[in-house]
């Protein structure tokens, strides 16, 4: 079996080879940017799950001075609380992308839009629940547990993202046509079922049976 931390990086490396493409101009909440969704979103979420992985290395760091023993630990020192935090913020602005999208989707009656960002946004709260067990953690045991649950939600969450995401960037439809995630099955290293996409066009808005991406424009 692939070790967590290499398994992390492949994962990493999949994703934002699907997913890489020029970083847009900033646009306010508006008409045009909905239009632009979820891949405007995709960009944003791609870049805060890469800050997150980085995070979350300088949270190991910062707690491995107290892997000696196996009796109770000392408190997060300050070091140890500031990545917490930080953690926090970047899982807490990847629920709220989420859960925008979620939202979103809810207003255009597209159910499985709803469906798609929702278990993102609640898999970010869950990293955020598990980095506040990491702090919590009073024995090295709890504490080695701790991590491996945050790796795992880590992971689950990265590849939750790819599954919505993966190769919306290579789409290339006709002036007039609009992008369409199809729903397709897949498994996450937990083993439970993924909600992932098939991204590809349709000609008409109701041709989509998923949700739909944004319209190409005409000449």
């Given at each position: 079996m692939m070790p967590p931390k290499h398994m992390m990086a492949w994962l990493m490396v999949a994703?934002?080879?699907t997913t890489l493409v020029a970083a847009p101009k900033q646009t306010p909440h508006n008409?045009?940017?909905?239009?632009?969704?979820?891949?405007?979103?995709?960009r944003m979420l791609d870049a805060k799950l890469s800050l997150?992985?980085?995070?979350?290395?300088?949270?190991?760091?910062?707690?491995?001075?107290?892997?000696?023993?196996s009796g109770r630990i000392a408190a997060p020192s300050g070091r140890g609380t500031e990545a917490a935090r930080s953690m926090n913020f970047t899982a807490a602005g990847i629920g709220s992308i989420a859960g925008r999208l979620e939202r979103?989707?809810?207003?255009?009656?597209?159910?499985?839009?709803?469906?798609?960002?929702?278990?993102?946004?609640?898999?970010?709260?869950k990293v955020q629940r598990d980095v506040s067990a990491v702090t919590k953690a009073e024995t090295r045991g709890a504490l080695d547990l701790a991590i491996k649950r945050l790796d795992e939600r880590i992971v689950s969450l990265v590849v939750q993202f790819q599954a919505a995401s993966g190769g919306y960037g290579a789409v290339r439809c006709s002036p007039g046509a609009w992008t369409c995630c199809e729903p397709k099955r897949s498994k996450d290293p937990l083993q439970?079922?993924?909600?992932?996409?098939?991204?590809?066009?349709?000609?008409?808005?109701?041709?989509?049976?998923?949700?739909?991406?944004?319209?190409?424009?005409?000449?």
């Open positions: 994703a934002l080879s008409t045009k940017a909905s239009s632009e969704e979820p891949f405007r979103s995709f997150l992985t980085n995070q979350q290395d300088a949270l190991k760091a910062a707690f491995n001075p107290m892997q000696s023993g979103l989707y809810e207003g255009r009656h597209q159910r499985f839009g709803v469906q798609t960002f929702r278990v993102i946004r609640i898999k970010a709260e439970s079922e993924q909600i992932a996409c098939m991204w590809g066009c349709v000609p008409r808005a109701d041709s989509c049976t998923g949700f739909l991406g944004p319209r190409i424009r005409r000449p």
